[in-house]
């Protein structure tokens, strides 16, 4: 028996990533511990260059007191960006999907062991797809992880069932690029997917992780509306409001058609993801995204300053000062604190349903935080009394 640790670096992917590689490892008797580990995982994220260099520091700084550190993950498959650290560290060097064979292989299992074991209580991320078969100008995603490949419908719908019975309160469903998925086999689409996971007896409330908003069509409006455990959130990529960049950046929408796309689900929670400082932004291109950021009323905005990724088609372009960027950023998250703060001030005096997932905070139904105390991992119902900066202040309804 080895003792270890894991960690991951990223997107809500990478967790589930390192959560099968955590499972894996308990399954074959390992022992997890939260300091002092022999074995340490650093499930990696290369999204920006900011995110490798973090990542190859998690794994240095494991390196001086673990054994062996298991580098895996989306920054484990970019040529030699470990290259150099210290001897005791192992690339993966695979997919998702293959990282926690890989790792249980070289730990090697200690036998007759393989218990389930309930990892966190509040929330559980079922991965239905990995990869990605879209070419984002900027994205090294694909590169390092593939084209789209789905799960079955059967064993996404099974892994939610043992989430359940583990007491899981929320399911999140998440992917690379989460619309990809289908089950030709079984004839199972996304929207028809998110249908099924909703009406599985136990799932108190249902997530989508990100959905890019191609795949934000009648059928998926449907599912999301008329199930009615499905969370009225969504996280759907912008990238950039103006049509020039979206064009550079090889996304497949104009600015109108994400707007058109979005229209019916007016009401919902809509939160997002935007590069800042995209080689084609000017300043002009900018105040388009934050007014259709400010349309939309989009409570978050993840900022993601530009960075030139190795292998893409962007690699060698980067126009935009880092002094802009960093101005443009500040801008865009002062924007989406100012429309969160709107959203939260219209909740004051209704009553919801907050899953409680850590002390004296949680979620509503629609993602959005709210400050209450009550039992972690139980839903409590709470009645909104106020707001402070970091979501809605409620008591017990
Ligand atoms: S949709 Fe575009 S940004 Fe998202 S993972 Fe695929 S290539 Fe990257």
Redesign the pocket.
């Known amino acids: 028996m080895a003792t270890f640790q894991t960690r991951f670096l990223g997107c809500k992917v990478s967790f589930a990533d390192a959560q099968a590689i955590r499972e894996r490892l308990l399954a074959d008797g390992h022992e997890e511990v939260s300091e002092d580990g022999e074995i340490h995982v650093v499930n990696t994220c290369c999204v920006t260059h900011e995110a490798v260099s973090k990542s190859r520091q998690a794994a240095s700084r494991a390196a001086r007191s673990a054994r062996t550190v298991y580098v895996t993950g989306c920054a484990s498959n970019l040529e030699r960006a470990f290259a150099g650290t210290a001897p005791n560290v192992v690339v993966s060097g695979r997919t998702g999907d293959e990282a926690a064979a890989f790792v249980a292989g070289h730990v090697g299992a200690i036998g007759c062991v393989n218990a389930e074991h309930r990892l966190e209580r509040v929330r559980a991320f079922v991965k239905i797809q990995d990869g990605?078969s879209?070419?984002?100008a900027?994205?090294v995603?694909?590169l390092v992880r593939g084209g789209t490949r789905s799960r079955t419908a059967g064993a996404v719908l099974a892994e939610i069932r043992r989430r359940v019975a583990q007491g899981h309160r929320e399911i999140v469903l998440t992917g690379?690029?989460l619309g990809c998925f289908r089950d030709r086999a079984a004839g199972v689409t996304f929207a028809r997917l998110v249908r099924e996971a909703g009406s599985i007896p136990g799932v108190e409330r249902l997530r989508l992780s990100s959905i890019?908003v191609n795949h934000v069509d009648d059928a998926l409006v449907s599912a999301l509306l008329e199930t009615p455990t499905v969370s009225p959130h969504l996280h759907v990529?912008l990238?950039s409001g103006d049509d020039a960049v979206l064009r550079a950046m090889g996304?497949r929408y104009t600015a109108a058609q994400f707007e058109r796309r979005l229209a019916p689900l007016a009401g919902l929670n809509l939160t997002t993801d935007v590069i800042v400082g995209f080689p084609a932004e000017d300043d002009a291109a900018f105040e388009r995204t934050l007014a259709l950021v400010e349309r939309l009323g989009m409570t978050k905005a993840h900022v993601f300053p530009y960075s030139p990724r190795p292998g893409t088609r962007t690699a060698d372009a980067d126009a935009v000062s880092a002094h802009a960027k960093r101005e443009r950023g500040a801008r865009l998250r002062a924007l989406s604190g100012e429309l969160s703060r709107r959203r939260w001030e219209t909740r004051v005096g209704t009553t919801d349903r907050v899953l409680v997932d850590r002390p004296g905070r949680g979620y509503a139904d629609d993602y959005t935080p709210w400050l209450v105390e009550g039992e972690v991992g139980a839903f409590v119902a709470a009645r909104a009394v106020g707001v402070a900066d970091e979501g809605v202040v409620a008591v017990a309804a």
């Open positions: 990605c879209f070419s984002c900027f994205c995603i694909p690379v690029n890019e990529p990238q996304r």
